[in-house]
């Protein structure tokens, strides 16, 4: 009998995403002795959004918007992360052009609308306002059956997967783009 053992330097997460179906993760953010992510601290927000695949526009939209390093960062942060699939609810076209060199700066208050200083799990969003790092306002929303959804300049959200957690913070992944106005 031969058994074979494969390890990887990627954060253990198994996603499954079809659409408007919920996502599930099973995440382990323990390091293996003698790992890179013992070595460097990685395992961050950005490792973790790579790693599950569901995340490939966003990531795509912070390398755009050349910000990387800040979530990369020490952190804490909370970071709201939109799916592959609520980026693709947004009308045909917006992406693209959000990518455009000339709207970055767009792109980048959007983002940022999605990013919360300090590490706010699930237990202690229990309704009301966030401040976000673009300095934009939202709102976090208790909803009766216990889901929570948040919602700026009419645009809503609602986490499919909470507490996500990386060295450098957590994840909650969402089901629509925060517009900011």
Same mark, same amino acid.
Do not use: H, M, R, Y
């Given at each position: 009998t031969t058994t074979t053992t494969t390890t990887t330097d990627a954060p253990l997460i198994t996603t499954t995403a079809t659409t408007d179906a919920p996502i599930t993760a099973t995440q382990s953010t323990e390091a293996t002795p003698g790992s890179q992510e013992e070595e460097d601290g990685s395992n961050t927000i950005v490792d973790? /959004? !790579? /790693? @599950? #695949?569901? +995340? %490939?526009? &966003? !990531?795509? =939209?912070? $390398? /755009? =918007? #050349? &910000?990387?390093?800040a979530l990369t960062a020490e #952190?804490? &942060?909370? !970071?709201? =992360?939109?799916?592959?699939? @609520? +980026? @693709? $609810? &947004?009308? %045909? #076209?917006t992406v693209d052009t959000l990518l455009l060199p000339e709207n970055i700066d767009k792109l980048t208050n959007i983002l940022l609308t999605h990013v919360i200083d300090g590490a706010v799990d699930s237990s202690m969003l229990t309704g009301g306002a966030e401040e976000t790092l673009s300095g934009n306002t939202i709102e976090a929303v208790v909803n009766d059956d216990g889901s929570i959804s948040f919602n700026i300049n009419g645009s809503n959200a609602n986490v499919i997967l909470a507490d996500v957690d990386a060295s450098n913070g957590i994840i909650h992944a969402i089901d629509g783009v925060l517009l900011p106005p």
């Open positions: 973790v /959004a !790579v /790693a @599950a #695949g569901v +995340f %490939n526009t &966003l !990531v795509e =939209a912070v $390398k /755009a =918007a #050349g &910000l990387v390093d #952190g804490p &942060l909370t !970071v709201l =992360a939109p799916t592959d699939d @609520a +980026f @693709a $609810k &947004l009308p %045909n #076209g």
